[in-house]
């Protein structure tokens, strides 16, 4: 592999390893507070005394959608955690080779 095609290879490898555990991190962080709030309007919404049943379906159809989105997107996150560490791999390859060459 020529040194110009080389380095291309390494700036793209180390662009992408960059953007990708920004990407992570923003969405590991809107996650815990997704579910820092759920948690809240759970406790909150635990205390009322709702008597309608319509009203009681309603608030448990809410906090299963909103479980349910939580879990894909942790779902995604475990997906991009794995991108990550394989991205890390050959980023570290390549400067081992960098360093070789």
Known sequence: M?????LLECIETKSRYSHKKFMFTFIFVIIIFLLMWLNGMFFRLSQLHLSSE??????????TIMASIIFG???F??????MLFKLNKKRFLLEEL???R
């Open 2 to 6: 020529p040194d110009t095609e080389f």
């Open 54 to 63: 319509y009203l009681k379906t309603t608030v448990y159809l809410i906090i």
């Open 73 to 75: 997107a942790a779902l």
């Open 77 to 82: 996150i475990w997906d991009m955690a794995k």
């Open 98 to 100: 960098q360093k070789i």
